[in-house]
């Protein structure tokens, strides 16, 4: 299974942007980079996933290079209801079947 | 539209007991995963169903195990319990095919004594 490497952790004042790198340079090429976040041990939220190009939806965006072995997720304003542990996951496929990997994330404190 | 739905939310058992935990999906989402989240090991991936059948399975033993009905809902047992499978235990859903993320429920809390 791809592995992937985040920063155990980070901070951000609020109102900034806060970018979340991430290594997974074992990728293979049908793999897809996820990324999620959890809070206070609720489930896993989505946040955004993409394979090869550069993805934006209302939460954040996702800049994936070009040789897909890193990616970088972007909250563009980090709000104090962003702290949270955020998870960078390759999504394995085996034939239909799939799982999601998950490291042990970066938690990002977002301060005032 | 209604979430993943997990019950129950909280569960105390005694060591050697067995549980059941349920999971209802998404509407029409067919597939259904389950992982393990404890401090010491993170979120790990038991197994998945899709379409009633199991199709991808994690490195539990084999007092884990699961089963999906035909209206896509799905249970989890754990036999003999032991105290290391205090968890917070975790449903996701999806639609099954490659290009869908998985939403997850908040999870039922175990507690084994």
């Not at chain 1, 592995?3 to 901070?11: A, E, F, L, V, Y």
């Not at chain 1, 994936?64 to 072995?69: A, G, N």
């Not at chain 2, 029409?28 to 399975?57: A, D, I």
């Amino acid at each position: 299974d791809a592995k992937t490497t985040q920063p155990t952790s980070m901070d951000c004042a609020e109102g900034r942007a806060a970018n979340l790198p991430c290594n997974h340079s074992t990728i293979s090429g049908n793999e897809y980079v996820y990324w999620y976040r959890q809070i206070h041990s609720q489930g896993p939220q989505y946040i955004i996933h993409g394979l090869k190009n550069n993805e934006t939806n209302e939460m954040a965006s996702l800049i994936i290079t070009e040789d897909r072995k890193s990616s970088t997720l972007i909250l563009p304003h980090a709000t104090l209801r962003d702290t949270a542990v955020y998870y960078c996951i390759v999504r394995t496929f085996t034939g239909t079947a799939s799982k999601l990997t998950f490291g042990t994330g970066t938690r990002l404190q977002v301060t005032l | 539209k209604a979430g993943v739905t997990q019950t129950p939310r909280y569960l105390i058992k005694t060591r050697g007991q067995q549980v059941t935990l349920s999971c209802s999906p998404i509407s029409g989402h067919r597939s259904v995963s389950w992982y393990q989240q404890t401090p010491g090991q993170g979120l790990q991936f038991l197994f998945e169903y899709f379409s009633e059948t199991q199709r991808n399975k994690g490195n539990f033993p084999g007092r884990f195990s699961g089963r999906q009905f035909s209206n896509s809902r799905s249970e989890m047992n754990v036999s003999t319990l032991e105290l290391g499978d205090s968890a917070l235990y975790l449903c996701a859903s999806s639609p099954g095919t490659q290009n869908y993320g998985y939403t997850f429920g908040s999870g039922t809390r175990l507690t084994v004594v």
